[in-house]
């Protein structure tokens, strides 16, 4: 849909068409000072003969899993750094968030499942393109989290099985070849560091996939079992257990096997919350295998743990070989040291323990101290080589607290998420307010904080910090007060009312999770658009999509966006993806493939097979070639950001407003004679307001970062009034004493 810069300027009155800044206010980006071990020799993997019986009693076969394992690579590559002075070069002991954020303040999210490429490329080889990180840098993206790229699934027999979890269900610390080899992945790293950036990786502490540790777990090898909660269960009490349907390797049991098989003294029991219950197809979080034999001719049946799917069998920390920790850290260290990562995902790391409750309540399984020394463990380890890392942990504020304390360095913004979305589609910032005051409140620091557009997952709207650890307590909400738990259940409800059902047919629940769309499909909701094939006005989404750009971005801490917000994505029809939809996973709509850079528009599909999505803003050159497009207008708020350190300030107040629809973010700029302001209007509407701090000086100046113009003096009160435009965004400089303000408009 053709856009022109005299409509863009119409819609945004105080958005210049063409922002340009002096060469003075870009000083190159400073290198990490942290050391970098490398292996010392290329890692080796050994090929083994597929010969006989895939059976436990089959040397052969065992021994080709064994090839096969993570445990034995993270053996290999461990090795390598035992005894090495290279292992006390930098500090680990303490996560520096800030320092992560100095490296890389600005995220692309891919998702190698849905990016097209040129014919024959791989996404490996599509993400080490010069030209994509040429526009990367003009853009003001510094580091590509690329997604987990190794390979993923099970294995049966001697045969791979596909992941059942979006490559989350790690098998091996080989790259899957559907994205390409490990030189590409080591290109890719170059590339990137070239251009001042970074490659962010994956690592999975709680799990693995059905792969070949879990086969030989099965067959009770060596020390494999100690990698999972899993328990061998005694011949005799197998009536115990559910019989696995033909075609499966095993069952999920119910909530009375559960029960038995606690009471018996082999498992734990009830958790906190079965993640992802569906009934009749999981109902707990136990499932129990199929008869196994052994290399020692024994047969065997094992109850094992999962917190997500069956295919995802969770990683013990805590047991005596401690071969689950070895795993782990083998692989992490192969991303960073072999590869040539310089971060690291946490994925789902909030559930690395577990412990039997010892009034008979349901098991600790949540903010568990295990999770938080296995956190710990690894992020000293990524410190000492020069890493950092960040977590996926959606809990408490609380828990998140407490891991940052030792653990990771930065933490995925569960907490406000939910929050900003849910002061779009109702118009209203009162709940957005209340979680970045609790964030400040708790003692967490926004810079440490991972602010993200969409990625693959679902909208979580789960807000456990509300629903569960503080679902007794009592908060002031339009007037009255409310629980937690109360209060968690009505945003939910009015997101849910709001952006799904017959006002959003095009978005979908998924499970107890959340909401399976794109940013694009939010703002499409909020405007009244029932029919994604109705969209005539793109303006008004764009104008939407860029205030929470401004949200996320003009605030302390990283600032996250994938291609679906780069390009404007739209959810898939349902019908694109019906076979993978089938096992209850809506969050496949919202994965529709694009193409960044519009190498391959004849292309229907990625190479993994997602169909094509529509895209709004279409592609990165074509966006950059237009002063009004959505790219070239966060380019200008991402050089504001940049220029002024918003990423590394401090966020001092969230003051009330004049009209519901406001929200102001106070922040303290290096400068302590400069604040800056984030005010933003999550209506959809024009306002006249306030803005009020009291840590705003009278008769401190006013002016607009992205263009210097003098906007107001603050009064005695310490205000001064704004008018918005709908879904208006502003930042501000505040400057108080004899300071002046910098024109980024001259040139």
Known sequence: MPETAESASR?????????????????????????????RTPFVRRSIAQDGAPTGDNPAYVSWLVSQSMLADANSISQQFSGQGSMWQNPFATPNPRAAVDTASVWFTAYPLSLITR???????????????????????????????????????????????????RIS????????????????????????????DDVVPGHTGKGADFRLAEMKYADYPGIYHMVEIDSRDWEHLP?????????????????????????????????????????TNWSATRPITGVDGVERRW????????????????????????LVIGDALHSLTDLGSGGLRLDANGFLGAEKSAEGDAGWSEGHPLSQAANQFIGSMVRKVGGFTFQELNLTIDDIKQTSITGPDLS??????????????????????????????????????????????????????????????????RGESITGEALGELVRSELTSALTGSRAPYNRIFTTNGIACTTATVIAATLGVTDLDEITDVDAIRRAHLLLAMFNALQPGVFALSGWDLCGMLTLPA???????????????????????????????????????????????????????????????????????????????????????????????????????????FANENIAGTVRSEYLAGGSAVSDMFTGTPVATVDDLHSFAVEMPAHHGMSLLVESGSAGAVDLGAG
């Open 119 to 169: 014919p024959d490329e791989s996404f490996l080889c599509a993400m080490a393109d010069e030209a994509m990180w040429k526009c990367f840098a003009q853009i003001g993206i510094q580091a590509v989290h690329t997604g987990p790229v190794k390979r993923a699934g099970g294995i049966t027999g001697w045969q791979p099985t596909p992941s059942v979890d979006g490559h989350f269900d």
């Open 575 to 681: 019908t694109q993806v019906a076979e993978l939809l089938r096992g209850g996973d809506t969050r496949w709509i919202h994965r529709g493939a694009h193409d960044l850079m519009g190498v391959n528009p004849a292309a229907t599909q990625s190479v993994a097979g997602m169909p094509r999505g529509t895209s709004l803003y279409g592609p990165i050159p074509d966006q950059l070639d237009d002063e009004a497009s959505f790219l070239r207008q966060l380019q200008a708020i991402l050089q504001v950001r940049s220029h002024y350190g918003i990423a590394t300030s401090r966020q001092i107040d969230i003051p009330e407003v004049s009209h519901r629809g406001m929200l102001v973010m106070v922040h303290q700029l290096d400068d302590p004679d400069q604040q800056q302001l984030t005010v933003l209007n």
């Open 412 to 477: 995925y913004d569960f907490i406000n998420r939910p929050a900003y979305h849910h002061a779009l589609a109702t118009a209203d910032t009162e709940f957005l307010r209340l979680t970045l005051r609790s964030t400040l409140e708790l003692g967490v620091d926004p810079a440490s904080l991972v602010h993200a557009l969409q990625n693959h997952d679902e909208l979580t709207y789960e807000l456990v910090h509300w629903s569960t650890g503080h679902r007794d307590d009592v908060y002031p909400f």
């Open 11 to 39: 819609d945004q009155p105080n958005e210049p068409a063409e922002i340009t800044f002096d060469e003075h206010l870009h000083p190159a980006r400073p290198r990490t000072l942290r050391f970098r071990p490398r292996v």
């Open 303 to 326: 109850v094992y743990l999962h917190y997500f799917k069956d295919g995802q069998p969770s990683i013990n920390w805590l047991d005596p070989s401690f071969a689950g920790m070895r």
């Open 243 to 283: 019989d696995v349907p033909a075609g499966a390797d095993s069952v999920n049991i119910d909530a009375a096997a559960e029960d038995w098989l606690a009471k018996a003294g082999y498992i734990i029991g009830r958790l906190q919350r079965v993640i992802f219950f569906a009934e009749g197809i999981k109902e």
């Open 173 to 200: 610390t080989q790259i899957d070849p559907a994205f390409g080899s490990e030189d590409e992945f080591r290109q890719m790293c170059g590339t990137a560091n070239w251009y001042g950036g970074t490659i962010i």
